[in-house]
């Protein structure tokens, strides 16, 4: 299985909702990724979970709560975002170490309003 | 900021003739990889190519990777209709804990069948 699973596809929330987005991997892997990316533009990381704690935060507001509760698992947790927030929301995965390729997600696509 | 530059940014051919993209970084690397996405989906693993290798082909994929230039170019021969896409370098920098990547700003497919 080398699928990395997102839930949900489409989000829409208001300002003020709280929700989750959510990522699910079996392939062993022990790193772990959430990337925003804006239409036409590159991906842009946010987070990096390896054996499920943080290891990277690229300077992401706090609005966005990252929780790795195994080693299959990661989600991200959305409070008070503004419209800027509005992307596709890619989940990664990986072996741990050098030269590896990250397996993606098909993302959520997320509309704050 | 973005470590990879793709170029050209978009390009149009007809199927069946080859496809050339150019990817520049900046720092040192451990490796470099590319990357396909489909319209607004997750990104496809296509390649990698070590630091100390120069080129390497996979199928229809030849890649080559001047670390003198800090360049590399991905070639797509005898393409498709179903390699329309958005193809992206990125690079895992050398000492940065071996697993983040920064993708360059990609290179818009279109073949035209």
């Known amino acids: 299985d080398t699928e990395v699973t997102q839930t949900p596809k489409h989000l829409v929330m208001g300002m003020t909702n709280k929700k989750s987005l959510k990522c699910e991997q079996h392939m062993g892997h022990r790193a772990m990724y959430w990337y925003k990316q804006k239409a036409k533009k590159p991906p842009e990381l946010m987070f990096v979970y390896s054996y499920e704690k943080l290891s990277i935060n690229e300077s992401v507001p706090s609005r966005f709560s990252p929780e790795c509760p195994n080693s299959s698992l990661l989600n991200l947790h959305l409070h008070a975002l503004q419209p800027e927030d509005s992307a596709l929301y890619l989940c990664a995965s990986s072996q741990i170490g050098q030269d590896y390729e990250q397996y993606f997600g098909p993302g959520t696509r997320l509309t704050v309003t | 900021s973005q470590q990879g530059e793709e170029d050209p940014q978009a390009l149009s051919i007809q199927e069946g003739e080859n496809a050339t993209m150019n990817c520049s970084y900046k720092?040192?690397?451990?490796?470099l990889q590319w990357y396909r996405q489909n319209s607004g989906r997750g990104l496809v693993h296509l390649i990698l190519?070590?630091?100390?290798?120069r080129e390497k082909h996979s199928g229809r994929l030849r890649v080559t990777l001047d670390t003198s230039k800090k360049s590399s170019s991905l070639l797509i021969t005898a393409s498709r209709a179903a390699d329309t896409a958005s193809y992206f370098c990125a690079t895992d920098k050398r000492g940065g804990g071996s697993y983040q990547l920064t993708f360059g700003k990609g290179t818009k497919l279109s073949v035209i069948p």
């Open positions: 190519i070590r630091s100390n290798e």
């Open positions: 720092t040192s690397i451990n490796n």
